[in-house]
């Protein structure tokens, strides 16, 4: 057999035996998983491809007219089927500006969890396979932060970086500046999960064989430690994402977060606050509403995957 056709029937074996696993039945078991999976696929697929997708172009100047501000939605006394979630204040198509704008927020929220679940898995394995004053400096550390509202403190850390960084580059680093914010704020759950479960692995006999044959610790912490203690992590990080999601939200909405010319869901929420008691409902309504079904979906993820990872369970 060629080495493509050995290639193929591994992969088709490794199908076979996730389709035969527990988390897979526990997931058709799960209407509620099912269709927050549906979700939120939907909504990555619409950001990630909104401007093939996208019935306008909200961002191009040349293709928005003014004239069609403040349309109200398809369905109402003076809507247009055209702009079908209605327009704001610049003509802007609201269906499309909410698919650029999830585009947007979803991947600060993605960056900023990758940051934090990285910066947290080094520093807990690292902490807990190391112990001693090392480990009592990180928990310290962890603690203290912890006791500081994350949203507050990524408000500290925004505001020290657009402090340093020239004025004429604020606007090029924002989502940079965003994701570092977010994800420095973040790490300490990370860190202590990781960091207990390390505890209770080097414990066990093939950290202690893979000592006495002379494995490096860096080795013995990043190949036969870490596999085992990414369980809890990638649920921590499925939550974690809906909290950036609404991290990013809050800052933006403060007007500290991503700029006008490039909005978010935050944005967005904010600019049609402007409007909301005179009428234009919509402008803040349905990313307002996108927001939330995003970041439901991805909670019912997270605690499906929680319970699905949990042996006690079973």
Do not use: C
């Not at 929220?109 to 520093?123: D, N, P, Q, R, Y």
């Not at 001693?132 to 403190?153: C, F, H, K, N, S």
């Not at 800052?251 to 977060?257: D, Q, R």
């Amino acid at each position: 057999m060629s080495a493509g056709g050995i290639q193929k029937g591994h992969l088709r074996d490794r199908w076979d035996r996730f389709l035969a696993s527990d988390i897979f039945y526990s997931y058709r078991r799960s209407p509620t998983t099912v269709i927050a999976s549906i979700v939120t696929l939907v909504f990555v697929l619409g950001a990630v491809f909104a401007p093939v997708l996208a019935p306008h172009t909200p961002f191009v100047p040349s293709s928005i007219d003014i004239n069609d501000a403040f349309k109200p939605p398809a369905w109402s006394e003076g809507g247009a089927w055209r702009y079908l979630l209605g327009t704001d204040n610049q003509g802007r198509d609201m269906l499309s500006t909410i698919m650029y704008g999830g585009r947007l927020s979803i991947f600060v929220g993605f960056a900023a969890v990758a940051l934090a679940m990285v910066l947290g898995i080094l520093l807990g394995l690292s902490a807990g396979y190391l112990g001693g004053w090392y480990e009592a400096a990180i928990m310290r550390v962890a603690d203290v932060q912890l006791t500081i509202p994350p949203i507050l403190l990524a408000l500290l850390i925004d505001g020290v970086a657009r402090a340093v960084l020239p004025p004429s580059h604020k606007e090029d680093y924002a989502s940079l500046v965003l994701v570092v914010a977010i994800g420095l704020a973040s790490w300490p759950p990370y860190a202590r999960v990781v960091r207990g479960a390390t505890l209770v692995e080097k414990s066990k006999d093939y950290v202690a064989a893979a000592r006495v044959i002379g494995v490096p610790s860096l080795a013995i912490m990043l190949r036969h430690i870490l596999p085992n203690v990414l369980g809890p992590v990638l649920v921590i990080a499925t939550i974690g994402l809906a909290l950036a999601i609404i991290a990013e939200a809050t800052l933006s909405f403060l007007g500290v977060g991503l700029p006008p010319t490039s909005p978010s869901l935050g944005t967005l929420i904010r600019v049609g606050n402007d409007f909301l008691f005179s009428g234009e409902w919509w402008i803040t309504l349905f990313p307002a509403l996108a927001l939330v079904i995003l970041s439901l979906a991805v909670n019912l993820l997270g605690d499906w995957l929680r319970d699905a990872l949990n042996p006690k369970l079973r």
